[in-house]
């Protein structure tokens, strides 16, 4: 049996992979494992679908990421989470930038930029080791996502991210260690990902978006005589803030 991990943090990114993860959960020939990142352990959980968090990969010898985390647990905006998660994965992943970067380098960057500073390898080689997946997916979210894609590249993995929209702001996009596959919503996205990041026409592949599936499947019988509207609700940025 096969292991597909799918690995996304909350908002967009779970509601993009999920019905990719109820999908392959009905073939009984994939074992399918859900790491929920922060809030999108709430989806999972109104979806009825089991799921991982970084509290399951918190060794008894992380004292250090355990004291780093119970610092920064009174910080947090989102107090829904439980402590235990809270405090197992800013702890992780900030000891993951002390020890990638220096503590005094950890400090300045992490007051700049706060968590989108994180890029936890160490911690995407833990859970890699541990689950032994066949195939990563996750969406185009940096962090812990972007790390597992990039650390399956190094342990001979394949991995798959779905990118939400426009890929305007995936500078790691370029990297060879990221993604075997890159999924996107049309043509032109496509055509972005290979002349602005250089991917290869190979590594890039038009799927759409399957969280607007549901549109599609409630679209009019006859869609030249009905009007389309869309809704954009935010700016996307030509440049990536962080």
Known sequence: MKTILFAAYGGGHIKLLLPLIKHFRLNSNYRVVVLALTTARFDCERNGIDFLSYEDFLDSSDRRAFLYGKHFLSKLSDQRIPDSESIAYMGLSYLDLVNRIGRKEARTVFREIDRHAFLPYTIA????????P???ITTNSPKTERALVERATSHSIPSICVNDLFGLNAP???LRTFATKICVINEWVRDL???HYSRDHNDIVVTGNPAFDPIQRNAPLDPAHSKKILFASQANP???PW
């Open 125 to 132: 080689d833990r859970i890699l080791g541990k689950l032994k």
């Open 134 to 136: 066949d195939l990563v």
């Open 238 to 240: 030509l440049r990536n």
């Open 193 to 195: 990902c290979i002349n």
């Open 172 to 174: 790691w996009f370029k």
